[in-house]
């Protein structure tokens, strides 16, 4: 038997995953006993903020790591494209659905069970070995105290800001216009020729007032404000609009490719809204994550055309991120280098987002399981993107480790690389694919033979 602590993303498919092998699996989940910040229910994997898995084509790295996940027969990605949103290129989930989907498949597994309630400190082996640590973002205090002293000062906390979301009801639906960039849209909007986000355009007076505004805006009160530190990727609004004027225009504003049938050209800026549950009565708005005060938030966000009666059914916020300094302490196969029947998965683990939170748990799990077999850990090809990930974790520059989304930039280069970078990342993936299917085949009959025996 495998053990768990934490029932998010990573925990979920690690335990599915070591199940999958025959090697029964429990979960150690502290909700609803104890709860976190940010959590609403009790499900497991539940979503905590964009209902986004990001980019789902095979020119896009996560698109690639999301393949290869479906490859390994992950729990994760069957749920997650059983209640799929239309989003464009990208792979968005009706939130609720998803984590209803992930509990049912957990509980119903007759090999895996769930025991809830706060896990406050590392258990020893000859308590619960092999063992995962998969407890995410929002680790319990008393727990990332014990992960602290298990791996010393390298244990770090940051933070993180969230998007807002809106009541579909309230967008003033005569001043928007739904359209994917470059229409790239998976036909999902009411009719065939309908693209997936909601396109609330600005005009660029519009823009500099709202521009000023948000520079000028309250913004909320963040304890151990000397520690903040955010992703480059997942900047406050507020903060890229302190960078400078067109800093929005050219990030989460940008209107390329985006046309305005009233003008059949490019606004000035646009706001983006993408449907956040499969009813379509809420709509996030992509890239505004923030830290302003909610009363500021709401005055703020409603100068956009469209939102000036918005409801906001939740606030942007500021959230607590809590990871180890994974090179210091992993191997890429997700162990750590001073007990191998420890493994860190997920978040906490050093990655970074859900879809790499699942993968890093997928091959914890089938390593975890792999310990009981009498079988050694093994990770699968750096070609892959899922062998990428474990490799960037555990060799990357600790002295600044930045906790990493999957990108092409972790991948080794092909030999003889196409001159385009979109049939360069192409070639990387169908590369990364047929050397996924080769290692999967060799340690699923390495694991099977394994399991016969026993
Ligand atoms: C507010 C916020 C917003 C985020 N937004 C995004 C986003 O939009 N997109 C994205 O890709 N990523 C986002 N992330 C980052 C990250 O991908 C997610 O947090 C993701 O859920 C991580 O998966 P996980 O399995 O590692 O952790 P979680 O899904 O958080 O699962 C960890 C579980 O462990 C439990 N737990 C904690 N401590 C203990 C304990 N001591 N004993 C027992 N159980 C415990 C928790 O209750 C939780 O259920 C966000 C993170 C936060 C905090």
């Known amino acids: 038997m495998i053990h768990i602590i934490g029932g998010g993303l ?19 989940e502290m909700r609803p006993v104890q709860k976190t910040d940010v959590h609403q229910t009790d499900r497991l994997a539940e979503l905590v903020c964009s209902n986004s898995f990001r980019g789902d084509k095979l020119d896009n790295a996560v698109g690639l790591l999301k393949e290869e996940m479906r490859r390994l027969g992950s729990l994760v990605m069957q749920v997650a494209d059983r209640v799929r949103v239309p989003a464009g290129a990208a792979l968005a989930v009706d939130r609720a659905k998803f984590a209803e989907g992930v509990t049912e498949a957990i509980e119903a597994h007759p090999l895996i069970q769930v025991e809830r309630g706060e896990i406050a400190r590392i258990p020893a082996s000859d308590e619960m070995s092999p063992l995962i640590v998969a407890t995410g973002p929002l680790t319990s205090e008393r727990l990332s105290a014990g992960i ?4 010393g000062q390298d244990h770090l906390a940051f933070f993180d800001a969230i998007s807002p979301i809106v009541l579909a009801e309230t967008i003033d639906m005569s001043k928007v216009f739904r359209q994917s960039r470059w229409d790239r849209s998976l036909g999902g909007g009411p009719t065939e020729s309908d693209g997936d986000y909601l396109n609330c355009p600005l005009t660029k007076d519009e823009y500099l007032a709202f521009h000023d505004a948000i520079v000028t805006a309250e913004k909320a009160a963040v304890h151990d404000f000397d520690r903040t530190k955010f992703f480059e990727g997942c900047l406050p609004v507020e903060v890229m609009a302190h960078r400078g004027v067109d800093t929005l225009r050219f990030g989460p504003m940008k209107p390329a490719g985006l046309t305005d049938p009233r003008t059949g050209r490019w606004p000035y800026a646009v706001v983006q809204l993408r449907q ?11 890239g505004f994550q ?8 709401a005055r703020v966000l409603r100068m956009i055309p469209g939102l000036e009666q918005a ?46 939170s699942a993968a890093s748990g997928l ?14 850990a093994i990770a699968p090809p750096r070609t892959t993107a899922i062998g990428a990930l474990g490799h960037y974790v555990s060799h990357a520059d600790p002295r600044h480790y930045d906790p990493s989304n999957i990108t092409f930039g972790i991948i080794p280069p092909l030999a003889s690389p196409p001159r385009s970078r979109q ?7 169908r590369r990364a694919l047929a050397d996924l299917e080769r290692w999967a085949r ?12 026993i």
């Open 148 to 151: 602290a002293a298990f791996v």
């Open 311 to 356: 409801e906001f059914v939740r606030f942007g916020m500021i959230h607590r991120n809590t990871y180890i300094n994974a090179p210091t302490v992993l191997t890429e196969t997700w162990q750590t280098r001073g007990r191998s029947d420890l493994f860190f998965a997920g978040q906490v683990s050093g990655v970074e987002g859900y879809v790499e």
């Open 363 to 376: 091959i914890a799990g089938r390593n975890a399981a792999r310990l009981v077999l009498g079988r050694p």
């Open 10 to 28: 990573a925990g979920s498919e690690a335990a599915w995953q070591s199940a999958a092998t025959g090697v029964p699996a429990t979960i150690y």
């Open 442 to 453: 060799e340690a699923d009959d390495a694991i099977w033979r394994a399991a016969a025996a």
């Open 276 to 286: 956040d549950t499969l009813a379509g009565d809420h709509y996030s708005l992509v």
């Open 290 to 297: 923030t830290q302003l005060k909610w009363g500021e938030q």
């Open 423 to 429: 049939e360069r990342q192409l070639a990387t993936s």
